[in-house]
């Protein structure tokens, strides 16, 4: 059973940093790609990054957000800086095996997510 479970959310003041951690348990061999969404209230999920194995690297997001894995861990990181209330939303972690397949059709996994709000 593959397990995701994000941490590091909370309250920030806009222009703060926080650094998201998802930490993976279970069979995760046949996953090569790893990746954080968010939420915002009303809006549908969306990408913000996400790594492979091999360690390359896929942003969609503007420079303020950097993401991270430790292998020996099994655990990814978002270190997000210079924050804005617009990245108010709640952010999921989550697993895939390839990076042409799809985020939610391809078998893959998600966390529950993590709260992050920004306030002005």
């Known amino acids: 059973q593959v397990q995701l479970v994000e941490s590091g959310g909370g309250l920030v003041q806009a222009g703060g940093s926080l650094r998201l951690s998802c930490a993976f348990s279970g069979s995760i061999s046949s996953f090569n790609v790893m990746g954080w969404h968010r939420q915002a209230p009303g809006k549908q999920r969306e990408l913000v990054a996400y790594?492979?194995?091999?360690?390359s690297i896929n942003y969609t997001m503007d420079g303020r957000f950097t993401i991270s894995r430790d292998g020996a861990k099994n655990t990814m990181y978002l270190q997000m800086n210079s924050l804005k209330p617009e990245d108010t939303a709640v952010y999921y972690c989550a697993l895939k095996k390839s990076v042409l397949s799809n985020w939610y059709e391809g078998g893959g996994y998600w966390g529950q997510g993590t709260q992050v709000t920004v306030s002005s």
């Open positions: 790594i492979t194995r091999s360690g």
